[in-house]
């Protein structure tokens, strides 16, 4: 989405791709949230030097300054004018004609990957049961969460991370065999 957005193209262009150790040097796969904060800020970096990039070749072509270049509907043009070239054509003069050999090269933008980023999430999730005193059963009558989640990128993915969170502590606590050491605090 984020490249989508950076790129003013339509989702549907973008490829994402993972796993493929012929066409990415390294990763760290997926690790449950953590996957989001640091695949998009790595895909963040590596879209501001691909932008950088594409301003800055098609200023050259197009005879403007890199920061008068605005990206737009698949292609970068001067702001205010008519004056553009598509992403294709970009990527295309890219690899030479009347790039001069120290600007030549494929249009690509990348970053390491951000394996190390803190994130300091908080949140609370409060609760109302009744408990059947002679079956044992539980009733959630209410459950009420409020969540620091940070800048939403994708409110489905999101709530799916929420609704799951919620699911799995239920699970542990209703239905699982979670013992408690009281001489460990285990």
């Known amino acids: 989405q984020g490249v989508a957005a950076a790129l003013d193209v339509p989702l549907e262009r973008i490829e994402v791709r993972q796993g493929d150790t012929?066409?990415?040097?390294?990763?760290?796969?997926?690790?449950?949230?953590?996957?989001?904060?640091?695949?998009v800020t790595t895909i963040h970096a590596a879209t501001e030097k691909l932008v950088a990039r594409i301003k800055a070749l098609a200023g050259h072509l197009l005879e403007a300054?890199?920061?008068?270049?605005?990206?737009?509907?698949?292609?970068a043009e001067i702001a205010g004018t008519d004056r553009r070239l598509s992403?294709?054509?970009?990527?295309?003069?890219?690899?030479?004609?009347a790039i001069p050999p120290e600007r030549r090269g494929t249009l690509a933008g990348q970053a390491k990957f951000a394996d190390q980023i803190a994130s300091f999430?908080?949140?609370?999730?409060?609760?109302?049961?009744?408990?059947d005193a002679e079956t044992g059963g539980v009733a959630i009558d209410r459950l009420v969460s409020m969540q620091d989640v940070g800048t939403v990128i994708n409110a489905q993915l999101v709530d799916g991370q929420m609704q799951g969170g919620i699911?799995?502590?239920?699970?542990?606590a209703l239905i699982e065999t979670c013992t408690y050491d009281r001489a460990s605090a285990q």
Do not use: Y
């Open 65 to 75: 300054a890199p920061q008068d270049i605005a990206l737009r509907a698949g292609g």
């Open 121 to 131: 999430p908080s949140g609370v999730i409060v609760a109302e049961a009744e408990v």
């Open 167 to 172: 699911a799995q502590c239920l699970g542990q």
């Open 22 to 39: 012929a066409a990415i040097g390294s990763g760290g796969g997926t690790g449950g949230s953590s996957s989001t904060i640091i695949s």
């Open 87 to 97: 992403l294709s054509e970009l990527a295309v003069s890219a690899q030479g004609g």
